[in-house]
T-cell receptor, first 114, second 115 residues
């Protein structure tokens, strides 16, 4: 089945620095890659996603890049702020057109130090 | 307000005592799913449903049951809970299957402890 590997599992940065989280997937036919953010004690919420027909997508301080050849995609957060502290999950489709499910990475706990 | 509602939010129970965690969405979503979240293991899918009366196993279905008799409700049933089912559970829904860029909306979570 599809495996989504997410690294690093924890990441600590100083406020204002950039943070990068990377995920790899195994199925070259995968075509949709979302990122979810889960603040402490809260539910996961979508923050950005990308489809396989583009290589990069930006939304203010966050961006996602996709390398289809290498089968990896990354979340980039610039000018980090304390409110960026959370667990971030990447996801990719499970292979097989009839299922339509996503498989999630194990998460990255980002800590932004003031 | 568009939302996914789970109940109970917190529950402590004992081994073998049947329990049900309810999940309801008011967005007319076709797809619903249950996940469990454990430290270091991320979000693992238990069961999912693509529409009314259609349910299927996810990655970790053992010890759980679900039903989808109505579009809005997707209860998770633990017939005989065991301590290894102690976890944080999330229900989620999306308009259609999430792999086609349909956003998953998560409930607030249900923290279950089985003694």
């Amino acid at each position: 089945g599809e495996n989504v590997e997410q690294h690093p599992s924890t990441l600590s940065v100083q406020e204002g620095d950039s943070a990068v989280i990377k995920c790899t997937y195994s199925d070259s036919a995968s075509n949709y890659f979302p990122w979810y953010k889960q603040e402490l004690g809260k539910r996961p919420q979508l923050i950005i996603d990308i489809r396989s027909n583009v290589g990069e997508k930006k939304d203010q301080r966050i961006a996602v890049t996709l390398n289809k050849t290498a089968k990896h995609f990354s979340l980039h957060i610039t000018e980090t702020q304390p409110e960026d502290s959370a667990v971030y999950f990447c996801a990719a489709p499970v292979p097989g057109g009839s299922q339509g499910n996503l498989i999630f990475g194990k998460g990255t706990k980002l800590s932004v130090k003031p | 307000e568009a939302q996914v509602t789970q109940n109970p939010r917190y529950l402590i129970t004992v081994t073998g005592k049947k329990l049900t965690v309810t999940c309801s969405q008011n967005m007319n979503h076709e797809y619903m799913s249950w996940y469990r979240q454990d430290p270091g293991l991320g979000l693992r899918q238990i069961y999912y449903s693509m529409n009314v009366e259609v349910t299927d196993k996810g990655d970790v279905p053992e010890g759980y049951k679900v039903s989808r008799k109505e579009k809005r409700n997707f209860p998770l049933i633990l017939e005989s809970p065991s301590p290894n089912q102690t976890s944080l559970y999330f229900c989620a829904s999306s308009l259609e299957i999430p792999s086609r860029a349909n956003v998953l909306t998560f409930g607030a979570g249900s923290r279950l402890t089985v003694l």
